[in-house]
């Protein structure tokens, strides 16, 4: 094997994974805008985008399948394929959440919202900068970067906390907040779902370059 072409793929393969980082960050931006701001047509705009991420996932286990079967990788070179596998998983799975707050977008286009939504853009704003920051550590092989973008998972489960305990007086009051409000609660355990996988991408880079697992969703 040539390790200077070897590398040169593997640099094409990680500049394929923050693509595919940087469209999920815009898929949940888009998400997010379009619930606030009641866009129908930008809602309808995240679903069909996410052929994109799905067509990209399919692109790059297709380039690290055939890392493996032309270069013949050592132990290290294929956990690294390993890993971008993984990674790529965990980011197409983001970009369902985001069509799963698109669908929400359109469900509430037409309603007047119980109360502004000031929670749901900060968590939205903390997931994008852990995606970000993640993949960075990623390429970077950096693991104490990793450890520090999965302390932020807390403040978005703090956040979640937060909005649930606002709700449930709120729909307890009111019965016809109900749904509104149960809708807006999954836009939050979706935003936080996405900041578990933002933590699995974590735990793969750790495992890249330690060749150790570790649990950091608890």
Known sequence: MVRGNFDLHLQ??????????????????GCIEALIEQRYELAEQIIKNDDLVDNLEKEIEDKCIKLIAREQPLA????????????????????DHAVDIAKIA??????????PLVDIPKMADIAKEMIKEAL???????VEKSYLVCKKDDKIDEIYRDVFKEMIPIMTKDNST??????????????????????????WTIYLVTGELKDLNE
């Open 12 to 29: 094409e393969l990680h500049n394929y994974i923050l693509r595919m980082g940087s469209i999920v960050e815009k898929q949940i931006h």
């Open 76 to 95: 290290k070179d294929l956990r690294m394929i390993f890993t971008a596998t993984k990674i790529v998983t965990d980011l197409e799975r983001m970009a």
């Open 106 to 115: 359109i469900r509430l286009k037409d309603e007047k919202f119980i109360k």
């Open 136 to 142: 960075d550590a990623y390429v970077e092989g950096d």
């Open 178 to 203: 109900i749904n509104q409000a149960t809708q807006f609660l999954f836009v939050c355990k979706y935003l936080e779902r996405i900041a578990d996988h933002v933590t699995n991408i974590c735990e």
